[in-house]
């Protein structure tokens, strides 16, 4: 079955703790890409990569990471998690951006305290 | 840059009411246009989507018709069924802005029986 998956779906952290979330997609989609969902402002592209080895900041990257060191996975690491990046995060990944639609996974509700 | 306006939710319809959700985006060329639907506790999904202008996407009993002239792609479905409660995202994506992908806020659907 063709899927982007996301663990874990549910995180509750504390502040300055560090953590990757995890995103694998099936489909040898080239394009990946973060986002984080916030109540009344849809969703932000925090990182995006057009392929392996090449990320890009999207909208709102200050305070994530991420790497792209094979095609199928795209973490998303928060080297020192705030309160203020509790949110509700979106991996997605498409064959390529245009034309063709974006695949999503799950989501991770993450709480930072 | 680009953007993406949808109207405001929540919405709330009775089974079988006529539902129309407004889109308008701002693009400095020609993007392509897509309807994402969230249902609870999930990841978006496409619904629809259209990438050129008079183009009418269209799936579950949905539509939408690219618009250029109005820069509008609003939702419309005839007869709404209490499934179709969820969250709706108009999104386009821009050729011209390296494929930049923009989200509207979302629209909260809720159908009573």
């Known amino acids: 079955e063709a899927q982007v998956t996301q663990n874990p779906r549910y995180l509750i952290t504390v502040t300055g703790k560090k953590l990757t979330v995890t995103c694998s997609q099936n489909m040898n989609h080239e394009y990946m890409s973060w986002y984080r969902q916030d109540p009344g402002l849809g969703l932000r592209q925090i990182y995006y990569s057009m392929n392996v080895e090449v990320t890009d900041k999207g909208d709102v990257p200050e305070g994530y990471k991420v790497s792209r060191k094979e095609k199928r996975n795209f973490p998303l690491i928060l080297e020192s998690p705030s309160p203020n990046q509790t949110s509700l995060y979106f991996c997605?990944?498409?064959?390529?951006?245009?034309?063709?639609?974006?695949?999503f996974g799950p989501g991770t509700r993450l709480t930072v305290t | 840059g680009d953007s993406v306006t949808q109207m405001e939710g929540p919405v709330t319809l009775s089974e079988e009411a006529f539902l129309t959700i407004n889109c308008t985006y701002t693009a400095t060329g020609y993007p392509s246009l897509f309807w994402y639907v969230q249902y609870p506790g999930e990841g978006l999904q496409l619904l629809l989507k259209a990438t050129k202008a008079d183009d009418k996407g269209s799936n579950k009993g949905f539509e939408a018709t690219y618009r250029k002239e109005t820069t509008s792609f609003h939702l419309e479905k005839g007869s709404v069924q209490v499934s179709d409660s969820a969250v709706y995202f108009c999104?386009?994506?821009?050729?011209?802005?390296?494929?930049?992908?923009?989200f509207g806020a979302g629209t909260r659907l809720t159908v009573k029986p």
């Open positions: 997605a990944s498409s064959m390529v951006l245009g034309v063709y639609e974006q695949y």
């Open positions: 999104a386009l994506s821009d050729r011209n802005n390296n494929n930049d992908m923009r």
